[in-house]
């Protein structure tokens, strides 16, 4: 029996990075998904995916577990290369701005954070979803993995590069080939909120739209991935406010504000 090495090639150029770690989209989904699991199983105090218990020795878990799951290992190869352990996890309870962050030291140390508060704000209501550089996340394991992963895409950059920026078109390329990331912020932002910030349409927002050909007219009554529209109708169940609605999901996108 013979086993491969599966060695790395040399890593020169975002296109070596992507032919080495880019993945299609739908292997993205299957590998996080298999972390969202794996940590589940090996965590002591994460239990479920809405979890309300978490340690930094669970962020170390989770960075293990995408190290093998997307980069081979290769990550925790060149941190051991130097000897001394380089990177460190935190939980931070005052950060509330930003979900994550990653340091530099001058002793060449690493350091990743994760504002958990800010996770423990979110998904208090039983359907809300939060979006983390650009992805939807459903839970807070979910939400944490897509801070996590910025914050990878930071390390990785640094150890090829030296230098790291999510401003920058390198950083951009290598986080959306390896986790289909479209954002590259440290912002967590409630799907509720960013309705309000992109399409000016919150919770009682009078609105019209399209359906088979024909226009309907209502309001907003809840916001997940779409809005819940309710329009009047006779035959619709009866709302706690007395009138008869029939519930439409709408595409935010297209829904437009009615006079
Ligand atoms: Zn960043």
Not at 102 to 131: D, E, M
Not at 187 to 214: H, N, P, W
């Amino acid at each position: 029996m013979t086993i491969n090495a599966d060695p790395i090639p040399r890593l020169d150029s975002l296109e070596d990075f992507k032919k080495a770690f880019g993945l299609s989209s739908t292997d993205i989904v299957k590998r996080r998904n298999q972390v969202f699991t794996s940590l589940l199983n090996q965590s002591k105090k994460v239990s479920q995916p809405n979890f309300c218990r978490i340690g930094s020795e669970d962020l170390a878990i989770l960075f293990d577990l995408y190290d093998r799951i997307f980069f081979k290992g290769w990550l925790s190869e060149i941190l051991d290369r130097s000897g001394q352990k380089p990177l460190s996890f935190r939980l931070s309870t005052k950060m509330t701005r930003k979900g994550g962050s990653f340091v530099i030291y001058r002793s060449g140390k690493f350091q990743i954070t994760v504002a958990v508060n800010l996770l423990y704000q979110q998904f208090k209501k039983s359907k809300s979803a939060v979006i983390v550089n650009g992805l939807t996340c459903a839970n807070r394991l979910t939400a944490l993995q897509a801070v996590l992963e910025h914050e990878i895409t930071h390390l990785a950059e640094t150890l090829l590069w030296t230098r790291t920026s999510c401003k920058k078109a390198q950083f951009k390329g290598m986080a959306h080939s390896v986790f289909g990331h479209t954002e590259h912020v440290h912002k967590m932002l409630t799907t509720d909120r960013l309705a309000v910030i992109e399409y000016g349409i919150e919770v009682g927002t009078k609105v019209s739209f399209g359906f088979k050909g024909q226009e309907y007219q209502g309001f907003v009554n809840r916001i997940t991935k779409r809005a819940t529209v309710l329009v009047k109708h006779t035959e619709g169940p009866l709302y706690s406010d007395g009138h008869r609605y029939k519930k439409y999901l709408v595409p935010l996108g297209d829904l437009s504000p009615a006079p």
